[in-house]
């Protein structure tokens, strides 16, 4: 399989504790996004990166989270002392230089407890 | 700000029963309005890209047009398999690459 890939699939942890991410795009896609979905909502944007450098941030993105895409290949999504808030269904995506389009992965679907 | 919403919310047609979702938007210079398919669970899959007013794009019982306002997504004598959320957003020229997404529409199509 040569589409977006992401581990774990689901996540459950504990209020206060830390969790990260992973996330593998399509080979070839040099532009990595992260988005959050909660229940009933469409995805809400939180960062994107081309290559290794983090060009955009939303404001939903508190400093609580972190992002990095080291030698721009897979990329990490961290949450520091979690909160139930958190809770939702996070989203990676990836598209190429030459074309608008992202493509999802399954998502990592995280539980706060 | 950029902004999409979906209606409707939720759409239940019986097999072969054609029908329309609309996508309306305000986005600051539309560089791209896309389509997406969601099953509960998954990822979103992308379907459709639309740039211009007049536009467009079909595939198998899918049909996609975009005016200055709003998009729709037509369903041509849906099947059961149809059933999934269908989510539209915009890209426009005040961020990077971000998508801006609607809540989607519920569809079920019974048999």
């Known amino acids: 399989d040569t589409g977006v890939s992401q581990d774990p699939r689901h996540k459950i942890t504990k209020r206060g504790q830390n969790v990260t991410f992973r996330c593998d795009p399509i080979s070839e896609h040099n532009r990595l996004y992260w988005y959050r979905q909660t229940l009933g909502q469409g995805p809400e944007f939180l960062t994107y990166f081309q290559n290794e450098a983090q060009l955009e941030k939303s404001r939903l993105l508190s400093d609580r989270f972190s992002a990095e895409r080291p030698k721009g290949s897979f990329s990490t999504l961290e949450i520091q002392r979690t909160e139930q808030g958190d809770s939702a269904m996070y989203l990676c995506?990836?598209?190429?230089?030459?074309?608008?389009?992202?493509?999802f992965g399954p998502g990592t679907r995280l539980t706060v407890l | 700000e950029d902004q999409v919403t979906q209606s409707p919310e939720a759409l239940r047609l019986q097999e072969g029963e054609s029908s329309s979702l609309n996508c309306s938007y305000t986005v600051s210079g539309l560089r791209g309005l896309f389509w997406y398919r969601q099953d509960p669970g998954k990822g979103p899959e992308f379907l459709f890209t639309l740039y211009s007013a007049g536009e467009e794009k079909e595939k198998e019982r899918l049909k996609a047009t975009l005016t200055k306002k709003e998009s729709f997504l037509h369903i041509t004598a849906p099947k059961p398999e149809d059933s999934a959320t269908y989510l539209c957003a915009v890209r426009g020229n005040t961020g990077f690459q971000k998508l801006v997404f609607g809540t989607g529409t519920r569809l079920l199509v019974s048999p």
């Open positions: 995506a990836s598209s190429s230089d030459s074309f608008n389009e992202q493509f």
